[in-house]
């Protein structure tokens, strides 16, 4: 099966194989050149296979370096993960579960306050 990248590269390859010394687009040689002949045409489907050729290697490019980012965001999120789980585990001893002392005494502070409070 033929992608459209491939189609397309085979389509222009048949004008610029046409007249493989065209001028470069844009030089001065290209602007002597009568509109609209096959060298013309050869010169002005260069230059936009040459653009279209930079823009995809550009979007690949851009999308490999996507592809790793989310790649190192998701490994530092199953690092975290992993790290959270053992701490988890740590809390717990047995069947019961040992808080944070600091949380645990806010926590005691704050019944305290309103128990005081509701009384």
Do not use: N
């Not at 001065?28 to 002005?44: C, D």
């Not at 690092?79 to 040992?98: K, Y």
């Amino acid at each position: 099966m033929v992608t459209p990248i491939q189609a397309r590269k085979a389509q222009v390859g048949r004008f610029i194989g046409a007249v493989p010394d065209a001028p470069a687009y844009g030089s001065e040689e290209f602007l002597g050149l009568v509109p609209e002949t096959p060298a013309w045409i050869a010169s002005v489907i260069r230059a936009a296979e040459c653009w279209q050729s930079d823009c995809e290697a550009e979007a690949e490019r851009l999308e490999v370096e996507r592809q790793s980012r989310l790649f190192q965001a998701k490994q530092a999120e199953d690092a975290a993960f992993a790290d959270q789980r053992e701490a988890h585990r740590q809390a717990w001893a047995g069947d019961r579960f040992r808080p944070d002392p600091a949380i645990a005494a806010d926590v005691e502070r704050e019944f305290a306050e309103w128990a005081e409070g509701a009384a």
